[in-house]
């Protein structure tokens, strides 16, 4: 109870009392006396406390009860979570494969190094090649030049091509290479090598092109080489050459032969090498195939396992019978 409450109910009592005293004091007789009832001051006390009571627990419920304060409850909240997904575009990797194409090619000339050329042994040179591009696949860097027969003279046997070869342009292609240290005709045949791993070549049959060189100097002396026959009309400038004419070693042993002649205008040609050796051989099959004019290579590897002496020549019997010079060869096998 505050103090302003307990001050009200202290005055209620004094009135209490107050109230009490005048009526005794008008319960006087006249002429006498009256005796005043002896009251005990604890009822009076506890009816003015009673009274004071009374009061206050009206006003009490005349007033509103205090609301209790109330201990919050708490909800849980729901949390979502966010996720962001960062997703990074993806690079296609695009695989064409091309189909149908035709990998051809043809001689355009020897830009450095002239066939028969003559080097000293073991001196360095470069052979060029210019070639065209008549089939229908570009050459690419993953095509190459590839070493196949003959003498290598160098220890680079594969060149990837310098740069894309659409159909119809041309493209140099170089080697270096070094001369042998005995004296001789030598003969390098190379080709074209397809991502496929097909080797092809030029003109008709995918003939390898080469390089030539004639070695002079030192303790030998070169092979003999002789002219080409003139030919007739049509057929002209028939001619063969091996290298290493004369070798001895070990065997087996492979001779390289390279055979050329022109035509003056466009033929069916018929052609052979025809070789001898004192006993039987197995030589290529003879060849007819429609030409342009111009002229064209052939290139034969004839391997032989023990000792000869021998010759060849390339016979063309059509459109007109013409044969080549003879060249002959030996091989002293060790």
Same mark, same amino acid.
């Given at each position: ?14 009135? #209490? ?12 007789? #006249?002429?006498?006396? &009256? ?59 695009? !695989?064409?494969?091309?189909?149908? @194409? ?8 020897? &830009?450095?190094?002239?066939? @028969? ?5 073991? =001196? ?9 591009? &008549? $089939? ?15 003498? #290598?003279?160098?220890?680079?046997? !594969? ?11 041309? &493209? ?9 240290? =005995? ?28 390089? =030539? ?52 205008? #466009? ?6 090498? =025809?070789?001898?050796? $004192? ?9 007819? !195939?429609?030409?342009?004019? @111009?002229?064209? !290579? ?7 396992? $023990? ?28």
């Amino acid at each position: 109870m505050s103090t302003k409450r307990r001050s009200w109910a202290a005055s209620r009592a004094l009135a #209490a009392l107050s109230i009490l005293a005048i009526w005794l004091a008008g319960c006087r007789g #006249a002429g006498g006396q &009256v005796t005043p009832t002896q009251l005990d001051p604890g009822v009076v006390l506890t009816a003015a406390a009673s009274t004071a009571s009374a009061r206050m627990t009206a006003q009490a419920a005349a007033q509103p009860s205090p609301t209790a304060s109330q201990t919050p409850t708490l909800s849980p909240t729901s949390i979502t979570p966010t996720v962001t997904l960062t997703i990074a575009p993806l690079s296609p990797t695009l !695989t064409l494969t091309i189909t149908g @194409g035709t990998d051809l090619a043809e001689f355009v000339t020897d &830009v450095t190094v002239p066939d @028969g050329s003559v080097f000293r042994p073991g =001196e360095a040179f470069t052979k060029t090649w210019r070639l065209k591009n &008549v $089939g229908t696949s570009t050459w690419t860097p993953a095509y190459a030049l590839v070493f196949v027969s003959g003498t #290598a003279m160098s220890n680079t046997t !594969t060149v990837p091509l310098p740069n894309d070869v659409p159909p119809g342009q041309t &493209v140099d292609l170089s080697i270096n290479l070094t001369a042998p240290d =005995e004296p001789g005709n030598y003969f390098g045949f190379w080709m074209l090598r397809s991502p496929s791993q097909r080797n092809f070549g030029v003109g008709p049959g995918d003939q390898p092109f080469y390089v =030539e060189i004639n070695v002079q100097g030192g303790s030998g002396s070169p092979a003999p080489t002789s002219p080409p026959v003139s030919g007739g009309v049509i057929v002209r400038d028939v001619s063969i050459a091996v290298d290493q004419a004369a070798f001895e070693g070990d065997c087996p042993h492979t001779f390289n032969f390279i055979a050329r002649f022109s035509l003056a205008r #466009a033929a069916t040609v018929s052609y052979r090498l =025809e070789a001898e050796t $004192g006993f039987p051989l197995t030589l290529p099959e003879p060849v007819t !195939t429609a030409l342009d004019a @111009g002229t064209y !290579t052939l290139s034969y590897a004839l391997e032989f396992s $023990g000792s000869l002496n021998g010759w060849a020549r390339l016979h063309i019997t059509a459109p007109e019978d013409v044969a080549s010079n003879q060249v002959s060869f030996s091989l002293r096998c060790r």
